[in-house]
């Protein structure tokens, strides 16, 4: 294939994102911390948020299943972006890269329709450097889903056989690899650099 248009995912490949990077500035590390981020703030209970739920309905159900957490439960709102760490290392000289050289960059990403948009503007540094950025919480659909790629591709205008899509997940990789879209497994940075160079789209 010819390589003509790169989709990537956000969260751990562009940048990092744990809970725990928010609640360690607000509980204590140890027993406390591990046991509030793996039974109340889940991966889990965070993921209906990307799937189009608003937090105001999943912090009110949450907090009425852990009433003596109300205060850290409703904090995940407003500090949301504290959950994101920087970018991972070497990724934004690859995306400066890329830009550079004409190649039209787009992603896909499983987030919050409102939880993205603060996080856009305070990175837009990089995201302006995409062409289009499909939400899933905004479409209420979240990768692996195929019917996202599908979407995403003909709001992108790509053809899925010229487009290459980059996910640290596998399960999401290969959704886009059934699709006709060549999946990169997300690894680091110098590892995409050399998929992505033998692919023509960086140099060495």
Known sequence: MTARAVVFD??????DWSPRFLYERLIPEGEALD???????TVEWHFQHDAGRPFAETSA???AAHPQHAALIAAWGPRFLES??????????LVEELDARGVPLFAITNFSGEFFPPFRAQEAHL?????DIVVSGDEKCAKPDPAIFRLALDRFGLDANGTVFIDDRRDNVDAACALGMTGLHFVDAPTLRGQLRDLGLVGA
């Open 10 to 15: 956000v969260g751990h490949v562009l940048y």
């Open 35 to 41: 046991a509030f981020l793996r039974d109340v703030v």
């Open 61 to 63: 159900e949450l907090t």
């Open 84 to 93: 994101i760490g920087p970018a991972l290392p070497g990724m934004t000289a």
């Open 127 to 131: 995201f302006d450097r995409f062409r």
